[in-house]
C-alpha cells in the first residue's frame, strides 16, 4: 500500500513539474504536435499504406484465361494445359478443376467478375485447391503474386493477345477488380481504342497486374451462305445444307434408340473425327478445300459438291456493345500487387492526364465527391466527349473511408454538444475532444510498427478505422475522470489549481491504467486476424496514446484554461 503511495506520489510530483514550468508545459505541446503531423506524414511517404481490406489466405484460388475472340478451343486448350503442368508442380496444390468453353461455378469472387457469363470456345478457367491454410507455410496471396509472372512469362505467348488473371477469394465484399477504369463513349470503336490507351498506361504503371480490357476484339471470319437458287436447281434443300455442315464442323443427332426400363428416346449422335474436322489453316482457300471434299445427293441420285451451293463470305465480327447508365462503356480492369490501391491509382492518373493532353482537353471532376478522381476527354478536332471514371475495390476503400470520415466526424460532434450541455464550457469540452482525437497517434504509429514486425504488409484498413472511433469514447472518459476529480478538488478542498490537477492525474492513472491493460489483452485475439487485425492494433495502440495524451497532455491544457 505505502509503495502504491510513493509511486503515485512520484507521478504526481513529475506532472506538477511539468505543469510549474512553462518550459516544460511548451515541450510537451510540441512533443504532441510533432508526433501528430510525423504520424500523418506516414500516409504520404508510405511508411503506413492504406487499403479496404488486406489479403486473407484461402484454400482456393481461380485462374482465368481469356484468349483473343476467335480462339478455337484446341488454342484454348494448349493454353490451358501450360497453366495446369505450372499448377501440377506445386506441393501446396491437392487438385485442380478445368472448365473449357466456360467460366466455374460460381464463387464468391465470381459472384461479381462475369464468371457466370462466359460462354465461348475462347474461355476456360482453372480451379486451384489447397492444403489447409492452418498446415502449410505459404499463404495463398503469396502464391499467386509467386506463380502469376512464371505463368503469364510462359502461357500467354502460346496464342498471342491471351490474358491470364489470378483470381484471390476477397477479404471483404467482391468487387469487379482492385482498380477499374470506365471508359464512356457515344462511338464504341473509339471507346474500345481509348480503353486499350487507357490500359497500355496501366502497363507502365508500378504495382498493377493482371490489366485487362473487357471488350472483344473484331476478327475475321468467313461465313457459309446457301446459295438459294443454285441450291433449287440442283435437287437438294436448304435443310441438306445446314445438316451436312453441322455434320462436318459440329455433329449432328441422326436417330433414335427407344429404352423400355428409362421410358424414354436416346438420340444417336454422330460426329467427324477430331482430325476431320480441323483445317490445316486459318485460311479461306483450306475453307474451301474441306467444303470441296463434301458433296451431297439429290433427289436423281446426282452428287452435287458442296462448293457449288454454298458460298465463302469473308466478313468482320460484330463486337458485343456494353452498356451502363444507358451509356456506351468498356471496362479496364487491373489488380494490385500487394499494395495499397490508392498510391498506383494516383500515378497512373496523371500520367493519362500527361498522356490524352496532346489530343483531348483533359479536366478533373471539381470537387470533393464519390468521383472526385475521374477525368472528362474533350477531343480537341472532333469535339467528342469522354468520360475515364474510376471504380473498383478502389471506389469501395474511398467510399469507406469517406463513410467511416463522416462518422468519426458526427461522433466529434455529438460528444462536443454533449459535453458543452454537462460542463456549459466550450473550452472544457474542446480539452476532451481533442485530447480524443489524438488517439490518432498510436493508431498510425501502431500500423506502422505492425508492417515492420509482420512478413506481409499491414495495411491501414477500414477495420482499423473503426477502431479508431471506437477509441474516441474511451478517450473522452479518461479525460472526464481527471476534469471531475480536479475541479471536485478545487472547489471542495480548495486545493491550488496546478496541484489539483496533478493529485487528479495521480489518482486516476490507476484505474485508466487497469481499463487500458483490460483493452490491450481484449483486443490482442483480434490483431493476427487477417481481417480485424487493423480493428485490434487501432485498438492496442490507440489505447496506449489515449492513456498518454490523457495522464501528461491533457493536464497541460487544463492547466493553460481558465475554466477550470
Known sequence: MSHNKH?????????????????????????????????????????????MLPGKSTNTYTVYIDAPSGSSIEQTKSVTQCVTNILQAEKEVTDLEVFLGQGSPLDYAGLVKGSGMKMGEQYAEVVVNLTDKHHREDKSFNMVQRLRPVIQSKCEPIVAGTNIKMIEMPAGPPTLASIVVEVYGKNNSKVIKLAHEVASILKKTDDLVDIDVMADETYTKYELVPIKDKISRSGLSVEQINKILYLAFKGAGVAIKNTIVLNDQIPIYLS?????????????????????????????????????????????SNPMIYHKDLK??????????????????????????????????????????????????????????????????????LDTFRDLGGAFIAALVLIFLLLVIYYKSFAISGI????????????????????LVTTETFFLTATSLIGFIALMGISSRNSLLLIDFAKALISEKGIEKRRAIAIASATRAKPIMLTAIA????????????????????????????????????PVLMDNTKAI
Not at 303 to 310: A, K, Y
Not at 526 to 553: C, K, Q, R
Open 432 to 451: 476532451i475532444l481533442g485530447g480524443s482525437f489524438l488517439s490518432i497517434i498510436g493508431v498510425i504509429v501502431g500500423h506502422w510498427v505492425a508492417d
Open 272 to 316: 467427324l473425327s477430331q482430325e476431320s474436322k480441323m483445317l490445316d489453316s486459318n485460311t479461306q482457300e483450306a475453307l474451301r478445300a474441306k467444303l470441296s471434299s463434301l458433296s451431297l445427293m439429290n433427289q436423281k441420285g446426282m452428287m452435287i459438291p458442296l462448293t457449288e451451293v454454298v458460298d465463302i463470305v469473308k466478313a468482320n
Open 519 to 554: 483493452i490491450i489483452l481484449g483486443s490482442a485475439l483480434l490483431a493476427s486476424d487477417p481481417v480485424f487485425g487493423g480493428l485490434g492494433v487501432a485498438l492496442i495502440s490507440g489505447t496506449v496514446a489515449a492513456v498518454i495524451v490523457s495522464l501528461i497532455f491533457i
Open 7 to 51: 509511486q503515485g506520489k512520484k507521478f504526481e510530483n513529475f506532472v506538477y513539474a511539468i505543469l510549474d514550468k512553462p518550459f516544460n508545459k511548451i515541450l510537451v505541446i510540441f512533443l504532441v504536435i510533432a508526433s501528430l503531423a510525423g504520424s500523418i506524414m506516414m500516409f504520404p511517404t508510405k511508411a503506413v499504406l492504406a487499403k
Open 328 to 397: 456506351t462503356m468498356v471496362n479496364v480492369v487491373a489488380e494490385t500487387d500487394m499494395v495499397s490501391q490508392v498510391y498506383p491509382l494516383l500515378d497512373a492518373r496523371e500520367k493519362m492526364i500527361e498522356y490524352f493532353s496532346k489530343d483531348y482537353e483533359v479536366s478533373k471532376v471539381p470537387g470533393i465527391t464519390t468521383y472526385m478522381f475521374d477525368l472528362n476527354l474533350v477531343d480537341k478536332k472532333t469535339g467528342e466527349k469522354y468520360l475515364l471514371r474510376w471504380d473498383g475495390e478502389m471506389k469501395v476503400t
